[in-house]
Nanobody
Framework: QLQASGGGLVQAGGSLRLSCSDS????????TGWFRQAPGNEREFVAV????????SYADSVKGRFTIARDNAKNTVYLQMNSLKPEDTAVYYC??????????????????WGQGTQVTVSS
């Protein structure tokens, strides 16, 4: 199962790094990414990285501020979040999908979900 961690409370302009780990042996064969859900909103895509680590994709709202990376030797995917804004406040969920493609990384295509981790950005 996917395990997300690293959330917390931070002031606007600050940084956090989320981690998503999996003890499963096939972790490196999944495209892995992050979604987030704010109260009253639908769960939305944030970022995804291919299982090889060579391709990544971001939501427009986080481009230039967030960076996704993975270390398959540690079965872990990271989301470095810089220049955080109050509108980034949400529960962040890691997600895995079989295969290497990062295209159409949408909720209905996800094979595995991790539990959420709360990120709160104060103004």
């Amino acid at each position: 199962q996917l395990q997300a961690s690293g959330g917390g409370l931070v002031q606007a302009g600050g940084s956090l790094r989320l981690s998503c780990s999996d003890s499963g042996r096939t972790f490196s064969r999944y495209a892995t990414g992050w979604f987030r859900q704010a109260p009253g909103n639908e769960r939305e895509f944030v970022a995804v990285i291919s299982w090889s680590g060579s391709v990544s994709s971001y939501a427009d709202s986080v481009k230039g501020r967030f960076t996704i990376a993975r270390d398959n030797a540690k079965n872990t995917v990271y989301l470095q979040m810089n220049s955080l804004k109050p509108e980034d406040t949400a529960v962040y969920y890691c997600a895995g999908r079989k295969g290497d493609s990062v295209q159409f990384f949408v909720r209905r295509s996800i094979n595995y979900w991790g539990q959420g981790t709360q990120v709160t950005v104060s103004s």
